[in-house]
Every structure is written in structure tokens, then in C-alpha cells.
């Protein structure tokens, strides 16, 4: 994660479209880690494993993040693997974890 603060222009990348959530008091929202794209910087959060080993080995990277109280959240609809695979790329199926191979870059997940 990366902390930005201060005045100014902020410049970041997403894939899909950037929905905005509101997290009301006493609200708990539960993201997929690939997902989260921005919170409010006074946002109590904290990222967790989901699932147990099964759904880590078959299901990728098994965290989430836990966001409470007031925040507010954009997150995207996609993240760069299902994009990839949504524009139909070929890639080689080799892959370690979140990460596999597109024309010949190693991408990480």
C-alpha cells in the first residue's frame, strides 16, 4: 500500500470501473486485496487471511481487507488478470500464486 497525503494532484490506475463505497459507523466491509484501489486516510482497516489452506491453494492470494467505521472506499470491478483474461490475451498457463506469464513478462498478482 502505498500513503499519500498533502496537497495536490494524485495519479493512480485501475482496471474496470472505480466504485465508491461509504463505510457507515458500526459498518464492517470486506474487500478482496486485487480490488481495493483508495480508502480515507482515518480509515480503520486491517487485512486478514480469508478462508482456510483449500481456498488459499485453489482460490489465489486468500486476503482480504477489513475496513470499519466511517471510511470511504473506491475499489475496482476488475483486477489485471481477470482484464487480461476478459480481452481474450493468451497467456502461458504457468502460473506460481497470483502470477503468470503475458507475451513474455512475468506479471505479479
Given at each position: 500500500?502505498?500513503?499519500?497525503?498533502?496537497?495536490?494532484?494524485?495519479?493512480?490506475?485501475?482496471?474496470?470501473?472505480?466504485?465508491?463505497?461509504?463505510?457507515?459507523?458500526?459498518?464492517?466491509?470486506?474487500?478482496d486485496n486485487?480490488?481495493?484501489?483508495?480508502?480515507?486516510?482515518?480509515?480503520?482497516?486491517?487485512?486478514?487471511?480469508?478462508?482456510?489452506?483449500?481456498?488459499?491453494?485453489?482460490?489465489?492470494?486468500?486476503?482480504?481487507?477489513?475496513?470499519?467505521?466511517?471510511?470511504?472506499?473506491?475499489?475496482?470491478?476488475?483486477?489485471?488478470?481477470?482484464?487480461?483474461?476478459?480481452?481474450?490475451?493468451?497467456?502461458?498457463?504457468?502460473?506460481?500464486?497470483?502470477?503468470?506469464n503475458i507475451?513474455?513478462?512475468?506479471?505479479?498478482?
Amino acid at each position: 500500500m502505498l500513503k499519500a497525503t498533502g496537497e495536490g494532484k494524485v495519479f493512480c490506475n485501475a482496471y474496470g470501473g472505480i466504485i465508491k463505497k461509504e463505510v457507515l459507523p458500526g459498518e464492517l466491509f470486506v474487500l478482496d486485496n486485487y480490488h481495493l484501489v483508495t480508502l480515507s486516510i482515518d480509515s480503520d482497516y486491517q487485512i486478514t487471511k480469508f478462508g482456510g489452506l483449500k481456498n488459499t491453494i485453489l482460490g489465489g492470494e486468500g486476503l482480504v481487507t477489513k475496513i470499519s467505521d466511517p471510511a470511504n472506499v473506491y475499489f475496482q470491478t476488475k483486477n489485471l488478470k481477470e482484464l487480461v483474461d476478459l480481452l481474450g490475451v493468451k497467456h502461458n498457463q504457468e502460473t506460481q500464486g497470483n502470477n503468470f506469464n503475458i507475451g513474455g513478462f512475468k506479471v505479479g498478482m
